[in-house]
């Protein structure tokens, strides 16, 4: 049994809170790396110091809430838990202005419709043609979007929700939840599949190696901006494809 187990078993069998502090100060990196993960502005809604604070109130929540004897890593289910707690936030504040929350549905739908119609990804000329802008315009859209850290996959899973349950009834063993989740993983693995290619590396570089924007660039040999444009466009053709019904596209036909 490691150090961390022992803490496990030391709060939760014996509600030890000094267990519980040690805890808190072992996976205290887990909030620095989801608030870095969601590339906000330097000048957005909050300073950095209060995005930690409020993910370390995300942490402590996770930590009271995780049972070990579940068949899930602590990490994966905390950067949920505390992505979820930062956002929350951003969002109380209503920091997006309504005009760009409004644009980033008309984009969506726009990759809905023209991706049904054309049976393939649409080019960011296709989609600047439909919603009647130029690429540049197209491009500053998507550089807007992608700064209101509202954009992710954690925002598709289950109609916006997050990939794991936030409430303890919720987080225990349920076979219909999970089969229904274990098919919205197979649609989005499917829908994944037909992203362009630089959309899906930079997809499952950032999310499943867990890599940052800034890494990615250096992968691939292009600016920070650019990955963040990819990572917008992935993320809006995912969510139009897994979250736009048939009907809706031919009403916007």
């Known amino acids: ?48 110091e209060d995005l930690i604070g409020h993910a370390i109130v995300g942490l402590i929540d996770a930590i009271e809430k995780f049972d070990p004897g579940r068949n899930v890593k602590f990490e994966t289910y905390a950067l949920s838990r505390i992505r979820g707690e930062v956002i929350d936030v951003i969002r109380a504040l209503d920091w997006v202005p309504r005009s760009i929350r409004r ?32 690429v540049p315009e197209l491009e500053k859209l998507l550089a807007d979007i992608s700064q209101s850290a509202l954009v992710s996959l954690d925002e598709i899973i289950a109609s916006g929700g997050d990939i794991f349950p936030s409430d303890d009834e919720d987080y225990a063993t349920d076979p219909a939840a999970n089969v229904e989740k274990s098919e919205q993983v197979r649609l989005l693995a499917q829908a994944i599949e037909e992203l362009p290619e630089r959309e899906r590396i930079v997809v499952s570089l950032y999310y499943y190696d867990k890599l940052t924007q800034k890494e990615i660039a250096a992968v691939l040999g292009v600016t920070e901006s650019r990955v963040c444009q990819m990572h917008t466009k992935a993320v809006l053709r995912l969510a139009a494809k897994l979250t736009c019904a048939p009907t809706t596209l031919s009403a916007a036909a």
Not at 20 to 47: C, Q
């Open 1 to 48: 049994m490691n150090v961390r187990e022992k803490l496990w078993l030391e709060y939760k069998k014996h509600g030890n809170e000094e267990a519980r502090e040690k805890l808190i100060e072992e996976y205290a990196y887990l909030a620095k790396y989801a608030v870095d993960r969601l590339n906000l502005s330097p000048s957005g809604v909050l300073a950095y």
């Open 103 to 134: 644009q980033e549905a008309e984009l969506r739908r726009a990759y809905a419709y023209l991706e049904t119609v054309l049976g393939r990804s649409a080019t960011d000329q296709e989609v600047a043609d439909y919603l009647n802008i130029t």
